[in-house]
Antibody
Framework: EVQLVESGGVVVQPGRSLRLSCAAS????????MHWVRQPPGKGLEWVSL????????FYADSVKGRFTISRDNSKNSLYLQMNSLRPEDTALYYC????????????????WGQGTLVTVSS | SSELTQGPAVSVALGQTVRITCQGD??????ATWYQQKPGQAPLLVIY???NRPSGIPDRFSGSSSGDTASLTITGAQAEDEADYYC??????????FGGGTKLTVL
């Protein structure tokens, strides 16, 4: 059974940093592109970032570029999101999601999602 | 980056057919993917590619596309289909963009 379990969400002051983690199991983690998607309370989904199967390619939404860094440790079946210079508008439930694409491919179809970890940026 | 536009809300009578649309320039080049999200739950993939359903998604869900508009059609809507629906697609810069979501009410 595929499982994605996010952790690391807390209440943090503006300008501070936070690192989110996503523990994956039930599939060959290093075969797949992984994504972070966020959802502010009561609002829609916003794609945040993706990382290719080997970490060689990363992409970011304009809203987080230069502040967030996605990474992965395939030996630990884990995905990370380093979030720096946090702003109130970064407040959201952060999901990690598995790309549906065949081994090594990147698509926009996410077939498994975690339950999310809540980040609240507030003074 | 590109934008995908969805209507905020749509309603359908139980057992009838409803179409949810997603409009954007990137859809002229890339397929839309559709997700269903119920309150308190993570999104669920319902349609990907040209018109493909993951295992376990009922065949009353179908996808189509014409020009810059992609559509999700539910034929014979059920009460359990009441949810928010989101489209997404790739944009020209290689990143991913989501539509704003459509709230479906089944009457």
């Amino acid at each position: 059974e595929v499982q994605l379990v996010e952790s690391g969400g807390v209440v943090v002051q503006p300008g501070r940093s936070l690192r989110l983690s996503c523990a994956a199991s039930g599939f060959t983690f290093d075969d797949y592109t992984m994504h972070w998607v966020r959802q502010p309370p009561g609002k829609g989904l916003e794609w945040v970032s993706l990382i290719s199967w080997n970490g060689g390619s990363t992409f970011y939404a304009d809203s987080v570029k230069g502040r967030f860094t996605i990474s992965r440790d395939n030996s630990k079946n884990s995905l990370y999101l380093q979030m720096n210079s946090l702003r109130p508008e970064d407040t959201a439930l952060y999901y990690c999601a598995k790309d549906f694409g065949e081994v090594g491919a990147t698509t926009t179809s996410f077939d498994y999602w975690g339950q999310g970890t809540l980040v609240t940026v507030s003074s | 980056s590109s934008e995908l536009t969805q209507g905020p809300a749509v309603s359908v009578a139980l057992g009838q057919t409803v179409r949810i649309t997603c409009q954007g320039d990137s859809l002229r080049r890339y397929y839309a993917t559709w997700y269903q999200q119920k309150p308190g739950q993570a999104p669920l993939l319902v349609i990907y590619g040209r018109n493909n359903r993951p295992s376990g998604i009922p065949d009353r869900f179908s996808g189509s596309s014409s020009g810059d508009t992609a559509s999700l059609t539910i034929t014979g809507a059920q009460a359990e289909d009441e949810a928010d629906y989101y489209c997404n697609s790739r944009d020209s810069s290689g990143t991913v963009v989501f539509g704003g979501g459509t709230k479906l009410t089944v009457l």
